[in-house]
């Protein structure tokens, strides 16, 4: 996405990483720790959380069919991941 004159033309992944330190500094080896540890978040919490809840009630409700129940739990955590993660996301990719 930079211009032609700013591109980098790492050879390698061993490459960027010898090269980063020595011409970035060593601390522009974690530019993106920073969002992507908030996207970590984001995702787990609304994952663990919205799973462990609708397993429990779906549980209750469906007594006789705990796979199901299970697989509801298991889409809704999923979904909820998704959408809470994806503005965290977004700004990542965009950083």
């Given at each position: 996405m930079l211009p032609k004159e700013q591109q980098r033309h790492y050879k390698s992944f061993l490459d960027a990483v010898k090269r980063i330190p020595?011409?970035?500094g060593?601390?522009?080896?974690?530019?993106?720790g920073v969002p992507t540890v908030f996207r970590a978040m984001a995702y787990n919490f609304a994952m663990f959380?919205?799973?462990?809840?609708?397993?429990?009630?779906l549980g209750a409700a469906m007594p006789n069919n705990p796979t199901m129940a299970w697989l509801?739990?298991?889409?809704?955590?999923?979904t909820s991941a998704a959408l809470c993660s994806l503005p965290?996301?977004?700004a990542k990719t965009k950083l």
């Open positions: 020595a011409e970035e060593t601390t522009s080896l974690w530019k993106g959380t919205s799973f462990e809840e609708a397993k429990e009630r509801m739990a298991t889409v809704i955590g999923g965290f996301d977004n």
